[in-house]
């Protein structure tokens, strides 16, 4: 796969010794070239919505209730269709997720019982340990952020070794992201409409040429939950088909619907 943050990285990398800057709270915002949106899209846009991202991965998960060692499935299209698939040690999946934006269904073999509901995050905290959305896991699994509705408000500055950049919508909703200097994303901090901070992303071991971090943990603000996700096996295939996103009920199931 081509580099295509190289202009990003030169460009993070002319801009980091011209300002000493603790932090946006301190002072200074950076005012050169390029706009903050052109450095947003540049990331935003290296896995674009007709690209299908296929990968496996280890997932160590921490909750309240214990520490869960698990081999995952995924197949990831922006902006939020997922298909998940739990992997036991021995024998084919035990939990099946498929999630597009209109719906998402979930299939448990082992209980014969089959969901379908909207992909919002209160019917996928039924399954899985966390509140985030479907389009929030899937911005996350690419390496990018959730985006934010109506007029969004800007604010950026070096911290460190990062560019720093603050987003505001409208009804008060914010995210604040950090790319290291080689225009890559290394930390997302997603906040509700009252400022709270509801989780955290940290993005990390970057391959040479590939826009997917081969390691992601997310934890919850909470401290009640925590993934570590490690990809291997991935690829970005150019895929319209849709239909991978879809789960029928099998026969015998019993069909529940999720309000």
């Given amino acids: ?43 935003s846009s290296a896995v674009s919505e007709t690209d299908t991202l296929r ?19 995924l197949v990831i299209k922006k902006p939020s269709y997922l298909r998940l698939e739990l992997l036991p040690p021995i024998g084919p999946p035990d939990f099946f997720l498929a ?36 389009e929030g896991i899937v911005a996350v699994f690419t390496c990018t952020w959730p985006s934010l509705t109506g007029n969004v408000a800007y604010r950026r500055c070096l911290e460190k070794n990062s560019l720093r ?15 290291g200097p080689e225009g890559r994303l290394s930390k997302l901090e997603r906040f509700d409409e ?14 040479d040429g590939s826009p997917i971090a ?22 970005i295939e150019k895929a319209n088909d849709l239909s991978i996103f879809d789960l029928s009920v099998p026969e015998g199931f019993k069909e529940i619907i999720m309000n």
């Fill in 1 to 43: 796969m081509p580099d295509r943050f190289y202009p990003l990285r030169k460009i993070l990398f002319l801009l980091i010794p011209v300002i000493l800057n603790a932090g946006c709270a301190n002072r200074a915002v950076v005012s050169s070239y390029p706009p903050t949106q052109n450095i947003l899209a540049s990331i």
């Fill in 55 to 73: 990968a496996e991965a280890r997932i160590n998960l921490t909750t309240s209730q214990g520490y869960y060692p698990l081999r995952a499935a």
């Fill in 99 to 134: 999630a597009t934006p209109q719906y998402m269904k979930i299939l448990l073999p082992g209980k014969a019982e089959f969901y379908q509901g909207e992909p919002d995050s209160h019917n996928l905290s039924r399954f899985l340990p966390w509140t985030i959305n479907i």
């Fill in 165 to 179: 950049i603050e987003m505001k919508a409208e009804r008060g909703e914010s995210q604040t992201v950090w790319i």
């Fill in 194 to 207: 009252n400022g709270k901070l509801l989780y955290t992303a940290l993005f990390s071991d970057y391959k």
């Fill in 214 to 235: 081969g390691k992601i943990n997310v934890g919850l603000a909470d401290g009640t939950t925590s993934l570590d996700l490690k990809y291997s096996d991935l690829k």
